[in-house]
């Protein structure tokens, strides 16, 4: 598709269980981003992938919390031993290059529910 | 920590009224977008500003970014059902250990036109 695709879009589990969340960016960005909106809320930043490597990881709640980009494409967040306070909704956006200027495509997120 | 403040949080009117969302820092960004998000889906990106005083505007939206680039504002003109939605303002903010740059986001401004 033409726009940020995220899978899944919902995912129900239990405390303790690890997630993993995918994002598939536009095709060509070579910016990826990951953040965090709690319910009617602004977004937090997670982390910021340009290609494969991540320059700001500064958001990460977390060492339960982890990132990859591959191949300079779909990204994976992990979270490993989840808790409660990490329900939320997980978005991912991406933009044709990293900077301010940049108008950053957003996916449609996965909404995380931790049981 | 730069922040970004928003008000008024929730905002109900009546269609064809005026209303004026406001975004205010004690930091200076180098740029701020505005995005507006409805339920279910991610932010889309409505503007960027990126000089001291800058006006822009879209249709029935204007979009001011203050001289000094710490406060915006976005008005809307005679109001439509349509308008509905959260309004998100974002800032342009350097961090990460290669300066990498990131956005930060308010909380956000969540609007109500009425029929």
């Known amino acids: 598709g033409a726009g940020v695709s995220q899978s899944p879009s919902n995912k129900v589990t239990e405390k303790g269980k690890d997630v993993e969340l995918r994002c598939d960016p536009i095709?060509?960005?070579?910016?990826l981003y990951w953040y965090r909106q709690s319910l009617g809320q602004g977004l937090e930043f997670l982390i910021y992938?340009?290609?494969?490597?991540?320059?700001?990881k500064s958001g990460l709640p977390s060492d339960r919390f982890s990132a990859e980009r591959t191949g300079g494409s779909v990204s994976t967040l992990t979270i490993q031993r989840t808790q409660q306070e990490d329900s939320a909704v997980y978005l991912c956006?991406?933009?044709?290059?990293?900077?301010?200027?940049?108008?950053?495509?957003f996916g449609d997120g996965t909404r995380l529910s931790i049981l | 920590t730069q922040l970004l403040e928003q008000s008024p949080q929730f905002l109900s009117i009546q269609e064809g009224e005026n209303l004026t969302v406001y975004c205010n820092s004690s930091?200076?960004?180098?740029?701020l977008q505005w995005y507006r998000q409805e339920p279910g889906e991610g932010p889309v990106l409505l503007v960027t500003?990126?000089?001291?005083?800058e006006v822009k505007k879209l249709k029935r939206l204007t979009f001011q970014f203050g001289d000094a680039r710490k406060d915006s504002s976005l008005h809307i003109t005679a109001a439509q059902t349509g308008d509905t939605g959260l309004y998100l303002c974002?800032?342009?903010?350097?961090?990460?250990?290669?300066?990498?740059?990131?956005?930060?986001f308010g909380q956000g401004t969540r609007l109500t036109i009425n029929p």
């Open positions: 992938f340009q290609g494969n490597s991540a320059p700001d």
């Open positions: 930091s200076v960004f180098s740029s």
């Open positions: 095709s060509g960005h070579t910016a």
């Open positions: 956006a991406s933009s044709l290059q990293g900077g301010f200027n940049q108008p950053q495509h």
């Open positions: 974002a800032g342009g903010s350097l961090g990460g250990i290669q300066g990498a740059q990131k956005l930060v």
């Open positions: 500003v990126v000089t001291g005083g």
